[in-house]
């Protein structure tokens, strides 16, 4: 239920009139309900997530942009985070008014600021979430 969730919200972010031109920002947002059946495996409430997208939709977020937003948070409460405030700072900083990179940023300099996750280019990730590594981004 929670998949069909996600796909109505990357349905009513991403015009079909844009499909053409923006195939990379609808393949990422294709990802939305992958990670968040990784979110609730992670051990994140089926409440939080709603919730988590429901604010995001709320805001009128993109659905490649809550992707985005989605697995910083996932890798966040993989590498310790607390999984009751599963999204509490985005909010934060979506009222504040960042958008897309800025908000990653955001999120990877708080998750920084924290210790959480890795050092930056240690994770095989690129800061624009890009992978660099030459597995595809899977760990060994």
Do not use: Y
Not at 13 to 33: C, E, F, H, K, N
Not at 116 to 133: A, L, S, V, W, Y
């Amino acid at each position: 239920m929670l998949q069909s969730l996600a796909f109505a919200v990357l349905l009513a972010a991403v015009p079909l009139a844009q499909a053409g031109d923006s195939a990379p920002t609808i393949l990422q947002a294709l990802q939305l309900p992958t990670l968040v059946t990784e979110a609730r495996r992670a051990g994140v409430t089926d409440a939080v997530v709603r919730g988590l997208l429901d604010g995001l939709r709320r805001r009128g977020l993109p659905a490649d942009d809550a992707a985005r937003v989605v697995r910083e948070e996932v890798d966040a409460v993989h590498a310790g985070a607390p999984k009751d405030n599963f999204g509490g700072f985005v909010h934060r900083q979506l009222d504040a008014g960042l958008r897309g990179r800025a908000l990653a940023e955001a999120i990877r300099a708080e998750h920084r600021a924290r210790g959480i996750g890795h050092p930056e280019g240690q994770d095989g990730r690129h800061p624009q979430g890009r992978t660099t590594t030459k597995t595809g981004g899977k760990k060994p």
